[in-house]
């Protein structure tokens, strides 16, 4: 039995799955119309460094999500990991029953704050999994509590000047937030990387199936043999991970770590995941999407600002942007249900045996 | 009132096709039919739930005048004076039972603003007693016994004084005392000329209270006549439409060694009490084995417990001498143990993915290396699946929302399948789906049976039970009743043992 599509139709579902990136292209064309310096190269690269932070939260996100639930403390877990990182920088690790302090070289340091990341996750992951709240209750836990010891660990203040000294053997954190590699950014290096490894564990392994699989049905995914808890643990862990990479980047470009860093980042990296197609309520959406959602925003961002919008407007822009979004996404899916409800009453007019 | 030539097209089946049916004033009329006939469908039409794709719905007055009408919504219906008890209670648990029953047709004073509780408790209070409850209004319906609850469902209809009652299945989680007040209510209603639509599948009540009866088959109507005109046997064969025991392609195995094993599996039932009680049973290789059991008997729990679903299920299960109970469902499906769900759009599919995704979903490791699917390897399976199954898609990539419900099963069998078991369980694996489908899934158990494999398949029909198994259990109240050869086996012998324990000996 052979498909045929209206062409004129599927054309339409085209441009509705990709819009995403045409509203980015739109978006990026808009303002090289407007703002002589947009289309610059310095510009561009400066884009990018901003868009990657809310890519990189975004990839964590868009697990969480797809999976079923909702990570609202990734800002705050940024926030708590770059106090750390700061401290550890700043202070070292005092260990007063032994009377020594230690000092980490910059990728020890960086690999200890990742982890710490990765465990907050877990702890989330736990609220979730093994005492079952819900996951909004839980990671709205998390959030207050990360920000919470984020204020404790200086009283409030901030870690100045992370620079490290050479006798201690610390130097070069600035390097992460700061650096480049052939011109361009590590922070965006990164973000490419870590979306690429996303982009394929989603796609191409049973992990990613799975995350798909429990978003869509827990019941029947746990008739199928898939380890429900373990794979929602996995979402939150990676999440705490990517916020703890973020927290990083953030205390390395300010060279200092600020308690109230990151706040109201969950949000932005929310409306990323949704902009780029994601289903809030599980099981649907894409790395990719995410992605281009997370440089839209980036876009919307520094091209407002160099149009000279205020920034009340831009803030009230990138809520109507999310919101119109959400629901071009609700219009697609009812155009998707109508167009296999079609092929479907095609297919079985076809075959008297259903009929 | 009369329903005439009604059509209902759902996506993927036709649940009516030019159904007419006629309602009596002053009487029972009783609806029979399979699971999936279009009674349900048929009622829902009736009471404003859903619109019919064709046909119209007819009201006669007093007078005998007719009034086409239709109800676009359950308030019109009511209006008109159609009440519907549904089969599955639609109650707000922590509402209490005079709020209940009182839901958006509050009683209000002072305007329009301020609900009047004290003489909604009152009239509820009434109208519970009319129906022999001597239920507090003001209690939580959280806090009264699932009986107690269907009366409320009832009251909530009885409020509105309806002329046409419909109930679907109201007897399914009553007591035997708790059934007579009803039957008593009912006659009662029919005395006061209110016209009564009783759905029921124990054909014993319809022969003791019924009045008219009309039964449906595969979204038809077979027939409409007095129920005293007609013969039980008669309408069994009606509702099934074929001699029973020679429809399904039913064929006797060659047994061999024993394959599975269960033993004294039991699970406790929340609030005290046990859901399964000590089953203990065995499949051999080759042998379909069918369980047999009314509604709440456990029979979707004994299966789901089999696999590892309950953490609190106790119990050995036993695959080719390797123990299962102690391992993860995974672990467990791995060694060779898989269930077909009984509902499969909530426990079986995912409604967000591909067919070929939802047929790898659990044996995607199989085509595993790393962490790197294969996908050509993936691809050929599913192929293959989708041809062994004569699944009907146009490409394997497309969504699962758009397959009928027949092939949706096949899917969830096809995913099944992929996992390469021993022993297959099946949950109700026909209900919902039409007659092709279902010769297709059994097909599927008899050649699972051929190849060495065991089945154990759960069904409320008992005509597939017999024609399908090799060996038939019944469980009832959580308990094996009886077990049964295909040689032994009586329609009369499983009605008997599945009542064990309830206490239902209605009388004709």
């Known amino acids: ?355 | 009132m009369e329903a005439r030539d009604i059509t209902k097209v759902f996506p993927g089946t036709t649940a009516l096709q030019n159904v007419n049916f006629k309602i009596y004033r002053g009487k029972i009329n009783v609806l029979v039919g399979e699971n999936g006939a279009g009674k349900s469908t048929l009622m829902k039409i009736i009471a404003g739930i859903e619109q019919p794709t064709v046909g119209t719905l007819h009201l006669y007055g007093e007078d005998g005048e007719a009034e086409i009408v239709s109800f676009p919504s359950t308030r019109e219906a009511a209006k008109k004076g159609i009440g519907i008890v549904h089969q599955e209670l639609n109650l707000f648990s922590d509402l209490d039972v005079a709020e209940n029953i009182f839901m958006n047709k509050e009683l209000k004073k002072f305007g329009s603003v301020y609900i009047d509780h004290n003489t909604q408790a009152e009239k509820a209070r009434a109208v519970l007693k009319r129906l022999g409850q001597d239920i507090n209004p003001n209690t939580l319906v959280r806090d009264l016994r699932l009986g107690q609850q269907q009366i409320v469902e009832i009251a909530k209809t009885m409020i509105d004084e309806p002329k046409i009652l419909i109930m679907d299945e109201p007897t399914s989680s009553l007591s035997v005392q708790e059934v007579r007040v009803l039957f008593r209510v009912i006659n009662e209603l029919k005395q006061q000329g209110v016209a009564i639509v009783y759905i029921s599948h124990r054909l014993e009540e319809v022969k003791e209270i019924g009045d008219y009866i009309t039964i449906l088959r595969d979204s038809k109507l077979i027939d409409c006549c007095r129920i005293a005109d007609i013969e039980m046997s008669e309408i069994i064969q009606k509702m099934v439409g074929r001699d029973p025991k020679k429809f399904f392609s039913g064929q006797a195995h060659e047994t061999g060694r024993e394959l599975l094993q269960v033993k004294n599996m039991t699970l406790p039932r929340f609030g005290g009490g046990f859901t399964l009680e000590n089953v203990s049973f065995s499949v051999k290789e080759g042998e379909i084995l069918g369980i047999y059991g009314l509604m709440g008997a456990g029979r979707t729990e004994l299966l789901e417990s089999m696999l590892g679903v309950y953490e609190k299920a106790q119990g050995e299960v036993w695959l080719e001498g390797t123990r299962l109970d102690k391992l993860s469902t995974k672990k467990r499906i791995q060694k060779g143990l898989v269930l077909i769900p009984e509902e499969r759009q909530r426990e079986g599919l995912f409604l967000n993915l591909s067919v070929e995704q939802n047929l790898t979903m659990a044996s995607i490791l199989r085509y595993v290396k790393g962490f790197h699917i294969l996908k050509q390897l993936e691809d050929q399976r599913v192929n293959e699946m989708i041809k062994e199954m004569a699944i009907k898609v146009s490409s394997p990539q497309i969504s699962i929302n758009a397959l009928s419900g027949g092939n949706q099963q096949k899917v969830v069998i096809g995913k099944g399948l992929l996992t390469k078991p021993k022993v297959l369980l099946m949950d109700e694996p026909t209900r919902g789906i039409d007659v092709g489908a279902k010769s297709d899934v059994f097909e599927i158990m008899n050649s699972m049976a051929k190849g060495k494999f065991g089945v154990v398949f759960v069904s409320s029909e008992l005509e597939e039970i017999f024609s399908m198994s090799d060996r038939i259990l019944v469980l009832s109240k959580g308990k094996i009743t009886g077990e049964f050869n295909r040689s032994e086996a009586t329609e009369e012998k499983i009605r008997k043992a599945s009542e064990i324990g309830h206490g239902i000996t209605v009388k004709a």
């Open chain 1, 1 to 355: 039995m052979k498909k045929k599509m209206d062409t004129r139709f599927s054309v339409g579902m085209l441009i509705l799955k990709l819009r995403t990136l045409i509203a980015l292209f739109a978006v990026v064309l808009v303002f090289a119309f407007i703002a002589p310096n947009f289309l610059s190269v310095a510009n561009i690269i400066a884009m990018l460094k901003h868009s990657a932070i809310w890519a990189i939260l975004a990839l964590g996100m868009t697990f969480v999500i797809i999976g079923g639930g909702i990570d609202l403390s990734v800002g705050s877990v940024a926030g708590l990991c770059g106090m750390l990182a700061g401290g550890l920088i700043v202070e070292g690790l005092r260990l007063p029953i032994f009377g020594i302090v230690i000092y980490f070289h910059t990728p020890m340091l960086i690999l200890i704050v990742l982890l710490i990341g990765i465990l907050l996750g877990a702890i989330s992951g736990l609220f979730v999994t093994k005492l079952g709240v819900a996951p909004f209750i839980a990671t709205l836990g998390m959030l207050y509590m990360a920000r919470g010891f984020a204020m404790l660990r200086s009283g409030g203040k901030t870690f100045p000047n992370l620079i490290g000294k050479a006798e201690l053997g610390n130097t070069g954190f600035p390097f992460l937030g700061a650096g480049t590699i052939l011109g361009i950014p590590v922070v965006v290096w990164l973000a490419v990387l870590l979306a690429i490894v996303a982009a394929y564990v989603s796609k191409k392994t049973p992990l990613g199936r799975h995350v798909y699989a429990v978003g869509g049905n827990e019941d029947a995914s746990v008739l199928s043999g898939i380890r429900v808890k373990q794979i929602k643990m996995a979402t939150y862990m990676f999440s705490g991970f990517t916020a703890a990479l973020v927290g990083l980047i953030l205390a390395s470009q300010l060279v200092a770590s600020h308690p109230a860093t990151g706040e109201t980042f969950e949000l932005t990296a929310i409306a990323a995941v949704v902009l780029g197609g994601t289903s809030l309520s599980g099981g649907r959406g894409s790395i990719p999407g995410s992605i281009v959602g997370a440089l839209i925003l980036g876009v919307l961002n520094d091209g407002l600002v160099m149009v000279g919008v205020s920034s009340f407007w831009q803030t009230a822009i990138k809520g109507m942007v999310v919101v119109l979004a959400v629901i071009i996404d609700q219009y697609q899916l009812k155009k998707q249900n109508e167009a296999a409800l079609k092929e479907q009453t095609r297919s079985d007019a076809a075959d008297p045996a259903v009929a």
